[in-house]
């Protein structure tokens, strides 16, 4: 069973300060990795992908990808009451279907 | 916004009923995946259709099925329904082959109580 799991929450920031959201996944032939965010009652918007060890920075947010320790995390600089929603890490591989974590429930505090 | 739509976007049904839902993928994509997620829970992989055909199931039983369109636009049916298939149902519509979809979009859900 193919597992990725993630801390639930909620993650507590005051505004401005850097948000870090972690995510670990047992596939170790995992190739896509991508964090998504959801806003209560909605549905996941794609906030970056990343294929390669390393980061990827995209604005406000960094992705981290280390596949020797099957770890992918997500940082949010000067975190806006706005970025609080809950945070969904997804794996993908070939072969396989898209398998999410539990997601991590995100709060800034102005 | 995606491109992807879902129908209807709230549902009321009651055990035993059945119910369709319905879901346009976004221009050029043709492979669509469809989602369980309870309160609280991330999205649980029911399966995905690529080019009309069942391309990967989860863990749901036989009372989840799905078709596929030519346009690519799919459906999930529910039958005999039961009270723990109150979700959110989520369509994600993406690139694929047969053996890899690329990265994911997603409608804006259906959600589904049964009573």
């Known amino acids: 069973q193919k597992e990725v799991e993630q801390n639930s929450g909620p993650l507590s920031v005051p505004e401005g300060a850097i948000a870090s959201l972690n995510c670990t996944y047992s596939?170790?032939?995992?190739?896509?990795f991508f964090w998504y965010r959801q806003y209560s009652g909605k549905s996941p918007e794609l906030i970056m992908s990343i294929y390669s060890n390393g980061d990827k920075e995209d604005g406000r947010f960094t992705a981290q990808l280390n596949k020797a320790s099957q770890y992918v995390s997500l940082l949010i600089r000067d975190s806006q009451p706005s970025d609080s929603a809950t945070y969904l890490c997804?794996?993908?591989?070939?072969?396989?279907?898209?398998?999410f974590g539990p997601g991590t429930r995100l709060s800034v505090l102005p | 916004e995606t491109g992807v739509t879902q129908s209807p976007t709230h549902l009321i049904k009651t055990r035993g009923q059945q119910v369709t839902l319905r879901c346009s993928s976004q221009?050029?994509?043709?492979?669509v995946s469809w989602y369980q997620q309870a309160l609280g829970q991330g999205p649980q992989f029911i399966f995905q259709?690529?080019?009309?055909?069942?391309?990967g199931r989860g863990n749901f039983p036989p009372r989840f099925s799905g078709l596929q369109f030519p346009n690519y636009s799919s459906e999930l049916n529910v039958n005999a329904l039961e009270l723990d298939d109150s979700a959110l149902y989520l369509c994600?519509?993406?690139?694929?082959?047969?053996?890899?979809?690329?990265?994911?979009?997603f409608g804006p859900g259906t959600r589904l109580t049964v009573l």
């Open positions: 259709y690529y080019r009309e055909e069942e391309n």
């Open positions: 994600a519509s993406s690139r694929g082959t047969s053996g890899f979809s690329d990265t994911q979009y």
């Open positions: 221009s050029g994509h043709n492979t």
């Open positions: 596939d170790r032939g995992s190739q896509s």
């Open positions: 997804a794996v993908n591989s070939f072969g396989q279907n898209f398998v």
